[in-house]
């Protein structure tokens, strides 16, 4: 076994052209044979999937150079361990996604057509940026991302989801704008674009300072970090099911990933405590502001949407726990921070693709007519629960592993002020979630209403839910995967 | 020296002026002012490939694209929109906004490191490995092909996801068509003109400024020409053509780039030997396909009349 994976060529440029493939091949054909095509590539995207953790196992972090070019002239690839986590989410995440997809599109047939090829070049953006170390090509890879999510969340031409969608734009372009200034700026002190290459380099003058501070501007902008959320919860919350998913639970994290690797891979010489104190302060924010609004909403996936915004504040933690402590509390606060993304993703997924059901049984969006879900509809109320415990952070879920960690990590390094908003933001998320239950159990109806979601559409998120929370029962292996990506140690 | 400075200030001015302009054409009219001063700018900092493409996309297309959006605004609110966009306190605020950014880059390029890697000598040192002479072009579809393939696939999205909302639209507006016996006249003579020079732009591309989407751009202006004039397209109305027009540029590019993948080699690695073929044959197919791409921008917007476009492909 092991001498076969060793004998493989590499597969890491297919985790992109397979996608690619997908998306051209669907463009071509339109609607027909959309569920084979969908059925063979995905097939063939975790089959590559786990293929490559194989390899990563028995080789250690790999790296390919594309075209056969070195850096600093051409591109690599690279995938280490947290790239390795984000790359199998995304797979997990986006199979069940395009499974709840296959049938919940059969009520809208106009939108058919482009979902498939949208989301093939969602799904490749991705995983490019996941396997990208140069900041232009991670600036393509943006590109590529924030287009195909904006026309994600257009697909239905509704004018609710039209003004989401021109708004999402607006937002997507002026991030990549600011990101792309720094990028020129990085580029016009430094020569060079490779993250690697150029974190030993970077020094605190104030041409980096300020291409520090733009990219991390468009970046905050695109992860929809308080108080630059604003455009967030109407494109989550006004999105199909399918879409709002894969929007809350992969592609608002994909600008916070490059913002780690820009932070505390390349800039850890350059960043300073008092600026990550300010970003842990913005993550605070959006943890108590999005808590606040999310149990203010009426309808069921604005509600859902809003979570999105607090559950990102707790990403944000992750720079004041890392920058200016010792080790210890640096690891910690690396493996809570990545553990947190991949349990957001997977019970976030989970909870809009069952909100999206339950939408669906009431055939009205807003959560009072949740009443009597509970007796008739216990099954598809199931992924909802299910999702809600990892959000809350309750134990033996995902969520609440990386939310231990966290809190371990700010008493290791006295940071005590951090515990209020992990402690606040789980109370506000249990009396948000709460909420739903209890309209669930309230009981006004005798007769049953409701229209009955297909099993696939309860099972794909029912599955994404149990992976949340076995995530947290089963954290070992994540966390020693992610400790690989942490080669210098802390600060 | 004082052109330079002259430049500058004609940028700014026609700048300042598509912001505070009270008429919306008028905006659109400097919005393509400047695309075409912007492309001189590009000529006086030597980057002929830049100037080539500002003009032709930043100015031409995308004026067209704007002109063709006005036509289909209702003339009530485009003054609401313009209201809303003229309050004192907002303006005020952008433009210290503006001043703040200048001024700490400003401040950003005084304070720059020395770049101790030197990027374009290391491109004209590989330039013989690349298998085409001029450096931009090298850089492009060689040392960082996957970009370009990656921007390709932007521009295709952003063509997919208009074509998704004009095939969700319900209400078709009437079709933009000029009628001018002039235009009629002059086509006959220009039409294959810029097809000869579309193609040269793109066969210079291998050793000289011009490139697959400098000729893209010129094949899209003849076709938004043609539409305009109401001379017949080619296969125009018929959707799987276009289908296949559309995917075929990333299509070959994807394919070609993996055929040292499949053999052992490289993902983007063109075949020892073929360096030079492949790059055209990409280059050739990424100028039809990117042409078919920008003027479908173009038709994305209003919904032409016919049934067969529309209604066609099971939407």
């Known amino acids: 076994m092991s001498s076969l994976l060793q004998e493989l060529p590499q597969l890491l440029p297919w985790l992109v052209i397979l996608p690619l493939f997908w998306a051209l091949f669907s463009l071509a054909l339109g609607v027909l044979y959309r569920h084979w095509i969908a059925g063979v590539f995905i097939f063939l995207l975790l089959a590559t999937n786990l293929i490559l953790i194989g390899q990563w196992l028995l080789l250690g972090d790999l790296y390919y150079s594309l075209g056969d070019w070195d850096v600093p002239l051409g591109i690599q690839l690279r995938l280490d361990g947290v790239a390795l986590a984000m790359v199998t989410v995304t797979s997990l995440v986006t199979a069940a996604c395009s499974l709840h997809a296959s049938t919940y599109l059969d009520d809208y047939p106009r939108a058919q057509q482009y979902f498939w090829p949208l989301l093939a070049f969602t799904w490749a953006s991705l995983n490019v940026i996941w396997l990208s170390a140069d900041l232009f090509n991670l600036y393509v890879g943006l590109e590529l991302l924030g287009l195909s999510a904006v026309g994600l969340v257009a697909l239905t031409g509704q004018t609710e989801a039209l003004g989401a969608a021109l708004r999402y734009l607006y937002a997507a372009l002026l991030g990549s704008l600011a990101y792309l200034l720094g990028v020129a700026l990085i580029y016009s002190g430094y020569g060079q674009l490779d993250l690697p290459a150029l974190s030993g380099l970077l020094e605190s003058d104030a041409s980096t300072r300020l291409a520090l501070a733009l990219m991390t501007l468009g970046l905050l902008l695109k992860t929809a970090i308080f108080p630059l959320h604003i455009w967030l919860p109407p494109a989550h919350g006004k999105a199909l099911p399918p879409v709002s998913a894969l929007l809350s639970a992969l592609v608002v994290k994909a600008s916070f990933y490059i913002l780690v690797r820009l932070w505390l891979e390349a800039g850890l010489q350059v960043v300073v405590p008092s600026a990550a104190q300010f970003m842990g302060a913005l993550g605070a924010g959006a943890v108590f502001w999005g808590g606040w609004m999310a149990w203010r909403q009426t309808e069921l996936k604005m509600l859902v949407a809003y979570s999105t915004v607090a559950q990102l504040g707790y990403l944000m933690l992750i720079f004041p726990l890392m920058v200016g402590v010792s080790p210890t509390a640096a690891q910690l606060a690396w493996e809570g921070g990545w553990l947190q993304l991949i349990a957001h993703a997977l019970a976030k997924a989970a909870m809009f693709l069952a909100a999206g059901n339950l939408v669906l049984a009431m055939r009205r969006p807003d959560i009072i007519g949740l009443h009597g879900v509970g007796r008739f509809l216990p099954f598809s109320l199931l992924g909802f629960g299910l999702a809600g415990v990892s959000i809350m952070g309750l134990p033996p879920s995902g969520g609440f592993m990386a939310k231990w960690l966290l809190l371990q990590s700010a008493l290791a390094s006295g940071q005590w002020w951090w515990l209020l908003v992990l402690a606040g933001g789980s109370a506000l998320s249990a009396v948000y979630i709460f909420k739903v239950y209890q309209q669930c159990y309230i009981e006004d109806t005798e007769v049953d209403n409701f229209r009955h979601p297909s099993l696939l559409l309860d099972l794909s998120s029912i599955t994404l839910a149990l992976l949340a929370l076995s995530l947290g029962i089963f954290s070992a292996w994540p966390q020693a995967l992610l400790a690989t990506a942490l080669s210098g140690g802390g600060v | ?315």
């Open chain 2, 1 to 315: 020296m004082i052109l330079d400075w002259l430049l500058a200030g004609a940028l700014i001015g026609t700048a300042a002026g598509v912001l505070l302009t009270r008429d919306l054409y008028r905006s659109v009219v400097l919005f393509i002012i400047f695309g075409l001063l912007m492309a001189l700018v590009w000529v006086r900092v030597e980057a002929p490939d830049l100037a080539l493409a500002e003009a032709a996309i930043g100015a031409g297309l995308t004026g067209v694209l704007f002109l063709d959006a006005l036509g289909h605004l209702n003339p009530d609110k485009a003054a609401a929109v313009r209201q809303k966009y003229r309050q004192p306190l907002l303006s005020g605020l952008a433009f210290l906004l503006a001043l703040g950014v200048t001024g700490l880059l400003w401040m950003a390029l005084v304070d720059s490191p020395q770049p101790g890697v030197h990027l374009p000598e290391i491109v004209d040192q590989q330039l013989l490995a690349s298998g085409v002479e001029h450096p931009i072009t090298a850089v492009l579809l060689s040392f960082r092909a996957y970009d370009t393939l990656l921007e390709v696939a932007v521009i295709l999205v952003a063509v997919v996801v208009g074509l998704a909302l004009r095939f969700s639209q319900e209400d078709q507006p009437a079709e933009t068509q000029v009628l001018s016996p002039l235009l009629q006249k002059m086509l006959v003579w220009l039409l294959p003109l810029m097809l000869m020079v579309a193609i040269y732009l793109l066969w210079i591309g291998s050793y000289r400024s011009g490139g697959a989407f400098q000729a893209a751009a010129v094949l899209a202006a003849m076709a938004v020409l043609m539409r305009m004039s109401g001379t017949p397209i080619p296969g125009h109305s018929n959707l799987y053509l276009l289908r296949i027009g559309l995917v075929v540029g990333l299509g070959l590019f994807l394919l070609l780039g993996s055929v040292d993948l499949v053999s052992g080699g490289n993902f983007l690695a063109w075949p020892e030997g073929w360096e030079k073929a492949s790059i055209l044959v990409v280059e050739g197919a990424l100028t039809f396909s990117l042409g078919m791409l920008l003027f479908s921008l173009f038709e994305a917007s209003p919904a032409p009349k016919q049934a067969s476009m529309t209604r066609g492909g099971g939407a």
